[in-house]
């Protein structure tokens, strides 16, 4: 079965340069989450999309942006790197399904990538 | 703001026995609780999803169970094996994002 594909696996990179993550979800999956995990840490969320649209933003620098394009891959745009960007950037990507009141969407089961390791130096 | 606490930080355990890991939350509204398992430097396997309504999800040796009310969680699986050893992440969700805790990392001494 086909799963999250993150690319690149690693990358390494000089403080203040800038780094682009790129993401494709499972086929048929409208929704796209950033996580940051940094050494020895839980996984951290950054940010989120449901149907190309930014649905929910959590810990992300304004260093970061991202997007999801039409095809719903997504990239995570990193600049003016700092050392305590080095971290795993995971991808996950989910289908959504009907919430509770309001509408929202609910968040399915979360497949992971395999992550792109970042070295900032 | 959701915390997610996962006891024991750290278990060994000899080949064959059982292994019981604890997840519990302080916001019991949430839509689901998912276990993972991560490989060192590796990515997140989804293991189990427990729906909000749900008492608990099985898949093979795994089983999980969930008590919303109480805010807790707990991970066994049965005879463990040396290809166990891993750290699990118990993860809530609300509102489109996961709360994960810090894991359980687990060591299965053949």
């Known amino acids: 079965a086909a799963g999250v594909i993150q690319s690149p696996r690693h990358l390494i990179k000089e403080k203040r340069e800038t780094a682009t993550l790129k993401c494709y979800p499972i086929p048929r999956h409208d929704t796209v989450y950033w996580y940051q995990q940094g050494p020895g840490q839980d996984p951290q969320f950054l940010i989120s999309?449901?149907?190309?649209?930014?649905?929910d933003k959590g810990s992300i620098p304004d260093r970061f942006s991202a997007q999801q394009f039409s095809d719903y891959h997504s990239e995570l745009n990193m600049s003016s790197l700092e050392l305590g960007d080095s971290a795993l950037y995971f991808c996950?990507?989910?289908?959504?399904?009907?919430?509770?009141?309001?509408?929202?969407?609910?968040?399915?089961?979360?497949?992971f990538g395999e992550g792109s390791r970042l070295t900032v130096l | 703001k959701q915390e997610v606490t996962q006891i024991p930080a750290a278990l060994s355990v000899p080949e064959g026995e059982n292994l019981v890991l604890n997840c519990s939350f302080t916001?019991?509204?949430?839509?689901?609780l998912q276990w993972f398992r991560q490989d060192p430097g590796k990515g997140l396997t989804s293991l189990l999803l427990i729906q909000s309504s749900q008492r608990e999800q099985t898949s093979g040796r795994l089983n999980a169970s969930l008590d919303k009310s109480s805010g807790r969680s707990t991970l066994y699986i049965a005879a463990s094996q040396p290809g166990d050893s891993a750290t699990y992440l118990c993860a809530v969700s609300r509102n489109n994002r996961l709360a994960f805790g810090k894991g359980n990392q687990v060591v299965v001494i053949p």
């Open positions: 916001d019991s509204a949430i839509y689901n």
């Open positions: 996950a990507s989910s289908r959504a399904g009907k919430g509770l009141a309001g509408g929202q969407p609910n968040t399915g089961e979360l497949f």
């Open positions: 999309f449901y149907e190309k649209m930014q649905s």
